[in-house]
Structures are given as C-alpha cells and as structure tokens.
C-alpha cells in the first residue's frame, strides 16, 4: 500500500490533502518523518502513525457518512480559532468530534444545505475529485421575475461554457423549480466544483443573487433536513452511493 493510502483511509481525509500532509513533512511512521506519499508501506508492520502530531488508530474505521443542513453563516471547516460557528462544533455537540470525519464538498459561508461528511478518504475522493463527474445540485434564488426565454438562452449558454478568469464554467443542466411576480427560483446542475462556480455564473450574467441552496449531490439528497439537521445515511442512501461508485469508477473499483 502507498503511503498515501495509508494516511487516506487510516485520518479518513481526500487523497489530495493526504498528500500534500505527507509532502509538508506533517506525517511521521514508526516516529520517522516520510515525505514520499508514493513510498510502499506495508500495513501490517506499522506501529504507529502520526498526522500533524496527533497520533491515528491503525485499525481500519467503521465507514461513516452523515449529512448535515448547513446553514447560512456557518463555516464549512472542522476548525477555524477566528470562527466559532463552524461545522467542526457542530460535530464537537453532537458528540462526533474526533471521529476521523471529513467534509466531501464544502459551500461558501453565506451558502447553505447539503454537506456530506465522512471518515472514508476515498469516498471524500470520489465526492470532490473533478474526474469523476459526481453531481451537485443548487437552487438559485434570483429576486425577480425572469422571462422564460431569457432563461432557456441562458441555460444553453452556461451548458456550452462560460469563461470567467481563464476558467470555463459549466453546468450539466438547468430547470426552472419556481417562477413568480418578483422572483425566479432555478435548479443548476453541476459536476466540476470549481471555486465559487454557481455564484461567478450568475454574476456572468448580471442577475442578485439572494439565496443559494445545494439540495443534492450525486444520489443524496438534502430532503427534510432543516438547517443546523445532522442525520446519518440511511442504508438506501449508502447503497445508492455504492452504486453510483461502481458505476462511475472509484479508486477502490481500480480506475486510474
């Protein structure tokens, strides 16, 4: 096993940050600094792992994967000292904190609904990484009333790809969810997570944004869940993402 499948699977973090800890010299083995994250460890003959000092169970975890509500205002960190509203105390009052969770995704503070949570490294990687194609789906709130066609124009637009700041922002599709006299509400399919993508799209196109919703990502679905809700997947949602791994190819099913 790579060194940094050890430290993935074993601190239940993305493989990107595994190995950028293990570049930065943040992981010891066997009290040993390694900063290789491609060195060949054998599992079995380790004895103890560190990361950024704090020493990681060597057994493998119980696969984990929660959902949260997150709302408007909270920050989606496990830690921040300048933020004290943040998801990471959340998990501390709900007595997950310490359990190896990661975030798979986050939103912008002024954001808010589904964050998955997890202490699976791989499944945090298959969630986020661009290659797998995972998707995210938000609603918009635009306060005002918006002409079907000048929607519709503006769908196929964002669908064939918008360039802002030497990226090209894209969406899978999009849908109108609600339309009244002094508000539009639009559902945005994505698939890449590029930094503030949903928000520089609309910007593109000159529109307020007044709300902005994530409802679903990949099979999960934010549901009933009311903001501040943390709840468990239920075997059905697990199942499902299984599924959607298998289909799309995970590094557990062997795609490279």
Same mark, same amino acid.
């Given at each position: 096993?790579?060194?940094?499948?050890?430290?993935?699977?074993?601190?239940?973090?993305?493989?990107?940050?595994?190995?950028?800890?293990?570049?930065?010299?943040?992981?010891?083995?066997?009290?040993?600094?390694?900063?290789?994250?491609?060195?060949?460890?054998?599992?079995?003959?380790?004895?103890?792992?560190?990361?950024?000092?704090?020493?990681?169970?060597?057994?493998?975890?119980?696969?984990?994967?929660?959902?949260?509500?997150?709302?408007?205002?909270?920050?989606?960190?496990?830690?921040?000292?300048?933020?004290?509203?943040?998801?990471?105390?959340?998990?501390?009052?709900?007595?997950?904190?310490?359990?190896?969770?990661?975030?798979?995704?986050?939103?912008?503070?002024?954001?808010?609904?589904?964050?998955?949570?997890?202490?699976?490294?791989?499944?945090?990687?298959?969630?986020?990484?661009?290659?797998?194609?995972?998707?995210?789906?938000?609603?918009?709130?635009?306060?005002?009333?918006?002409?079907?066609?000048?929607?519709?124009?503006?769908?196929?637009?964002?669908?064939?790809?918008?360039?802002?700041?030497?990226?090209?922002?894209?969406?899978?599709?999009?849908?109108?969810?609600?339309?009244?006299?002094?508000?539009?509400?639009?559902?945005?399919? +994505?698939?890449?997570?590029?930094?503030? #993508?949903? *928000? &520089? =799209?609309?910007?593109?196109?000159?529109?307020? $944004? !007044?709300? @902005?919703?994530?409802?679903?990502?990949?099979?999960?679905? +934010?549901?009933?869940?009311?903001?501040? #809700?943390? *709840? &468990? =997947?239920?075997?059905?949602?697990?199942?499902? $993402? !299984?599924? @959607?791994?298998?289909?799309?190819?995970?590094?557990?099913?062997?795609?490279?």
């Amino acid at each position: 096993m790579r060194l940094l499948q050890l430290v993935q699977r074993r601190a239940g973090i993305a493989r990107r940050k595994a190995q950028r800890l293990i570049e930065q010299g943040e992981v010891r083995l066997d009290g040993q600094t390694l900063t290789n994250p491609f060195l060949e460890v054998d599992p079995e003959t380790v004895r103890e792992l560190e990361v950024r000092g704090r020493r990681v169970p060597l057994e493998p975890r119980e696969p984990a994967v929660y959902k949260l509500y997150k709302p408007a205002g909270m920050l989606s960190s496990l830690y921040d000292p300048k933020h004290p509203n943040t998801v990471g105390r959340l998990l501390q009052r709900r007595g997950l904190g310490g359990q190896g969770l990661a975030i798979a995704g986050r939103l912008d503070r002024d954001a808010e609904g589904l964050l998955l949570l997890t202490n699976d490294g791989e499944l945090v990687n298959f969630l986020t990484h661009p290659r797998y194609e995972v998707e995210k789906v938000y609603h918009v709130v635009i306060p005002r009333l918006l002409p079907y066609r000048h929607v519709y124009e503006m769908f196929r637009k964002m669908q064939r790809g918008v360039r802002d700041g030497g990226e090209v922002l894209r969406i899978r599709r999009g849908r109108i969810v609600e339309r009244s006299r002094n508000r539009t509400v639009l559902e945005l399919v +994505l698939t890449e997570g590029k930094k503030h #993508e949903v *928000k &520089r =799209l609309i910007k593109h196109f000159k529109l307020p $944004l !007044e709300r @902005l919703v994530r409802v679903g990502h990949g099979p999960v679905a +934010l549901g009933k869940l009311r903001p501040g #809700e943390l *709840k &468990r =997947l239920t075997t059905p949602e697990r199942r499902a $993402l !299984e599924a @959607l791994k298998k289909r799309l190819g995970s590094p557990s099913s062997g795609a490279r």
